[in-house]
């Protein structure tokens, strides 16, 4: 009969890879998160330079048209605001999911430790009991 712990272990390996990958997906949202906020501060700097750029004698068209062009700009950020808020949200999920898959990784393998010192006692107590009994028929020889 094979011991529980190795009758255990594919599940311990399941949730080893389970944990791995939602590692794996952590990594690539927080790369999205970083990136999402650099085209933010990227965007917040644009405008910032156009806003500031420019000041002195112009026309009104080309005032009319700094102002379309900075509102087009603050409507980029709105929504880049926006697509930073969906992907903090996004990292918080995908942080979770590999908490919980890391805790059901480390559960199992505190199960199988256990079963395993178990099954180490219980073949110490086998191992005992035969030189016990050995040792008893070499006194009665």
């Known amino acids: 009969?094979?011991?529980?712990?190795?009758?255990?272990?594919?599940?311990?390996d399941q949730a080893h890879q389970k944990a791995e990958d939602a590692l794996a997906k952590?990594?690539?949202?927080?790369q999205a998160l970083a990136k999402a906020e650099h085209q933010l501060g990227e965007l917040e700097r644009?405008?910032?330079?156009?806003?500031g750029a420019?000041?002195?004698?112009?026309?009104?068209?080309?005032?009319?048209?700094r102002q379309h062009f900075i509102a087009r700009i603050d409507q980029a950020i709105v929504q880049q605001v926006?697509?930073?808020?969906?992907?903090?949200?996004r990292l918080d999920q995908m942080r979770?999911?590999?908490k919980?898959?890391?805790?059901?990784?480390?559960a199992l393998g505190s199960v199988i430790a256990q079963h395993q010192e178990h099954e180490r006692r219980a073949e110490d107590r086998r191992e005992q009991a035969?030189?016990?009994?050995?040792?008893?028929?070499r006194r009665l020889r």
């Open 1 to 12: 009969m094979t011991p529980r712990s190795e009758r255990l272990q594919p599940a311990a």
């Open 26 to 30: 952590l990594a690539t949202q927080q």
């Open 46 to 51: 644009y405008r910032r330079e156009y806003a």
């Open 54 to 65: 420019g000041e002195g004698a112009v026309s009104v068209s080309a005032l009319l048209n």
């Open 82 to 89: 926006a697509e930073v808020g969906r992907q903090r949200h």
């Open 96 to 98: 979770d999911h590999w």
């Open 100 to 106: 919980q898959a890391h805790a059901r990784e480390s």
């Open 130 to 137: 035969e030189i016990d009994e050995r040792m008893q028929h």
